[in-house]
């Protein structure tokens, strides 16, 4: 497969991990857009979140959960956003369900 984060995933492509368990790895972004800016990618390939189903419910809430504790991690007590981007109007680059931790400054509103 010619996904790049699997082969993140898989140790292919080397980044640095933040958070991992056998459902979903976290990493640096290597283009952060804030202080704080971690990817959490299920290790099952999913290309977006229009393509997850109801048995991808669990794997869903488990990569909240995750983003939680990984807030938690990096002290961002005062505030992150968590960002889903889906398709190619909705902002997503890498054809492979991911969530966008971002903290450590003030987040604007509207984002895009």
């Not at 971690?38 to 991808?56: C, F, G, Q, T, Y």
Request: hydrophobic share 40%.
């Amino acid at each position: 497969m010619s996904c790049l984060f699997c082969k993140i995933v898989e140790g292919k492509i080397p980044s640095t991990a933040v958070y991992q368990d056998e459902f979903l790895y976290a990493f640096a972004d290597v283009n952060p857009q804030a202080p704080v800016h971690v990817l959490i990618v299920p290790r099952e390939h999913i290309a977006s979140l229009s393509d997850a189903n109801e048995k991808n419910r669990e794997l869903l809430g488990h990569l909240l959960l995750a983003a939680a504790k990984i807030a938690r991690d990096k002290d961002l007590a005062k505030g992150y956003r968590i960002v889903v981007n889906t398709g190619e109007d909705g902002g997503q680059s890498v054809e492979h369900l991911h969530l966008h931790l971002l903290g450590g400054r003030q987040l604007s509103w509207p984002p895009g």
